[in-house]
T-cell receptor, first 111, second 113 residues
């Protein structure tokens, strides 16, 4: 079945620490892939996207993501987390007929 | 600035009343979507529309209705048949060029008592 999974429901990191949020997809081909961020009570904002070419993509707010075809993954990373990064993060994929979101990972940041 | 607007930000209704949530976009996108989000939950697709005068049910369409009479507008009506209408509702549109990301409005929080 076509799906997007985010194995971590909630992650807590200290401010200044590095961050990696995991995302895996299930699809017969390489989909278009996206990461969105949602602050409480707000809409979703696009952080970055991948559709072809360089497998390491840069986004806004200092985020980057790496596409790994062999692992069907598109993990989001940030080298140094800021308190303002605390939010919900959604991985999403355009799987042809369907645009599918993962369940989300909530990020908490400790001072 | 191009974008998606949803109004109002907060909406309160009594049980048994229908309520319509507004969604307008000036991005000239053909496709538009409505999602429901409950606390700690991901996004669940209610309805989507690929083009004017056409729309399709999503995963949780029961108790909801939509119309798409204009390209820029995709209102959602939460009917009294929706058993648990209290939620955060998000409207989105989708770009017409690859890689077709979705653009989101700020959302409407509906509370039904």
């Amino acid at each position: 079945a076509q799906s997007v999974t985010q194995p971590d429901i909630h992650i807590t990191v200290s401010e200044g620490a590095s961050l990696e949020l995991r995302c895996n997809y299930s699809y017969g081909a390489t989909p278009y892939l996206f990461w969105y961020v949602q602050s409480p009570g707000q809409g979703l904002q696009l952080l970055l996207k991948y559709f072809s070419g360089d497998t390491l993509v840069q986004g806004i707010k200092g985020f980057e993501a790496e596409f790994k075809r062999s692992q069907s993954s598109f993990n989001l990373r940030k080298p140094s987390v800021h308190w303002s990064d605390a939010a919900e993060y959604f991985c999403a994929a355009d799987l042809g007929q369907n645009f599918v979101f993962g369940p989300g990972t909530r990020l908490s940041v400790l001072p | 600035d191009g974008g998606i607007t949803q109004s109002p930000k907060y909406l309160f209704r009594k049980e048994g009343q229908n309520v319509t949530l507004s969604c307008e976009q000036n991005l000239n996108h053909d496709a538009m979507y409505w999602y429901r989000q409950d606390p700690g939950q991901g996004l669940r697709l209610i309805y989507y529309s690929q083009i004017v005068n056409d729309f399709q049910k999503g995963d949780i369409a029961e108790g909801y209705s939509v119309s798409r009479e204009k390209k820029e507008s995709f209102p959602l009506t939460v009917t009294s048949a929706q058993k648990n209408p209290t939620a955060f509702y998000l409207c989105a549109s989708r770009g017409d060029r690859s890689p077709y990301e979705q653009y989101f409005g700020p959302g409407t929080r509906l509370t039904v008592t």
